[in-house]
């Protein structure tokens, strides 16, 4: 069974901190993606990792960045984390050419104070 | 540019009746299409998917989706309803050599008994 998993269920910060979310798959996938999930907006995509330490903005990466040093590991950094980036975060990951078959964390729902 | 239009951010059913939650699409390229679905607290689950061949598609939990290329659809079905299906529904929409999925804004499903 492929897993993804992710560090934190729920979190809360302050405005200012640094925020690192973290997001392990155990099925030797290439790809690994972070959205972010908000009410009456679906999922957007924030930033894609298609290799070890190749990234690709995706459609509002502004106020994150990431990092994967390995291919099982991909993390979301908010350099400085703002009440409006209060959200539940969505990791996931598929094999190269295989997007039917992306799985999903559980989420991390993440608030700022 | 591909996208998903989800016009129905919430549907109420009463229990053992039927459902239909509607999706269309936009692509200027041959599609894949997706339903997904998030039970409350938990990540996104695969529900079906429609990749090529017969337009009716059937998947877990006895949901089913048909493909209507000149409608540019793909709406989502079930006969019976249960109070377990209670949740939200994404539909997403990709195409072949893209590793990214677009997903719509959902469609939260409540069921009253």
């Known amino acids: 069974d492929v897993k993804v998993t992710q560090s934190s269920r729920y979190l809360v910060k302050r405005t200012g901190e640094k925020v690192f979310l973290e997001c392990v798959q155990d099925?030797?996938?290439?790809?690994m993606f972070w959205y972010r999930q908000d009410p009456g907006l679906g999922l957007r995509l924030i930033y894609f990792s298609y290799d070890v330490k190749m990234k690709e903005k995706g459609d509002i990466p502004e106020g994150y960045s990431v990092s994967r040093e390995k291919k099982e590991r991909f993390s979301l950094i908010l350099e400085s984390a703002s009440t409006n980036q209060t959200s539940m975060y969505l990791c996931?990951?598929?094999?190269?050419?295989?997007?039917?078959?992306?799985?999903f964390g559980p989420g991390t729902r993440l608030t700022v104070l | 540019a591909q996208s998903v239009t989800q016009l129905d951010s919430q549907v109420p059913v009463f229990e053992e009746a039927p459902v239909e939650l509607r999706c269309n699409y936009s692509?200027?390229?041959?599609?894949?299409l997706f339903w997904y679905v998030q039970y409350p607290n938990q990540g996104l689950q695969l529900l079906l998917k429609y990749l090529s061949g017969s337009t009716l598609v059937k998947g877990i939990n006895g949901f089913e989706a048909e493909f209507n290329k000149s409608q540019t659809s793909f709406h989502l079905r079930k006969p019976s309803v249960h109070i377990s299906d209670t949740a939200e529904y994404f539909c997403?929409?990709?195409?072949?050599?893209?590793?990214?999925?677009?997903f719509g804004t959902g469609t939260r499903l409540t069921i009253i008994p």
């Open positions: 099925m030797d996938h290439e790809n």
């Open positions: 996931a990951s598929h094999l190269a050419g295989h997007t039917d078959t992306q799985y």
């Open positions: 692509s200027s390229v041959s599609v894949y």
């Open positions: 997403a929409v990709t195409h072949f050599g893209n590793e990214k999925l677009t």
